[in-house]
């Protein structure tokens, strides 16, 4: 796997990867323009979007009806430099119908603790942890 960041201007740098893919980063505060997402928040997007196709390709396996799931990361930072990450916690919220919540707690520990590799590489690192909820929705 292979990625590059080029700057544009300021604290804004495109990154793209091998495949072609493109997002916006920028370090600069809302009030200096921020044009994108900031590298920091750039990591818990990954472990969110890595953690939930986990989640759901499990779920689908133990034949869950999941119709959505939406994972919300919330991550507490160091007040000093360097500003890292001191806990990370992820909350599934898992929409679907007629869900076994023993499946989704099963999907969402083995996402935690065997398959993804972002929040199991950030767990090295700092405290992660993980939760869920299991919404019913109309067939």
């Known amino acids: 796997?292979?990625?590059?960041?080029?700057?544009?201007?300021?604290?804004?740098?495109?990154?793209?990867t091998e495949q072609g893919h493109s997002v916006v980063m920028d370090g600069a505060s809302p009030e200096e323009g921020k044009r994108g997402i900031s590298p920091m928040a750039m990591?818990?997007?990954?472990?969110?979007?890595c953690s939930s196709i986990d989640v759901v390709s499990i779920?689908?396996?133990?034949?869950?009806d999941v119709r959505d799931c939406i994972c919300t990361v919330e991550g507490?930072?160091?007040d000093a430099i360097p500003k890292v990450f001191t806990a990370i916690h992820l909350h599934?919220?898992?929409?679907?119908?007629?869900l076994d919540e023993h499946?989704?707690?099963?999907?969402?520990?083995l996402s935690a603790e065997k398959y993804c590799s972002a929040s199991i590489m950030l767990s090295?690192?700092?405290?992660?942890?993980?939760s869920f909820e299991c919404v019913e929705v109309v067939a």
């Open 43 to 49: 990591l818990l997007l990954g472990a969110a979007g």
């Open 124 to 130: 090295k690192a700092t405290q992660v942890s993980h």
């Open 1 to 16: 796997m292979k990625v590059q960041a080029q700057w544009v201007d300021g604290l804004c740098f495109v990154g793209s």
């Open 59 to 64: 779920a689908k396996k133990q034949r869950q």
């Open 103 to 109: 499946a989704v707690a099963k999907a969402v520990q």
């Open 76 to 78: 507490t930072r160091a």
């Open 92 to 98: 599934f919220k898992v929409l679907g119908h007629q």
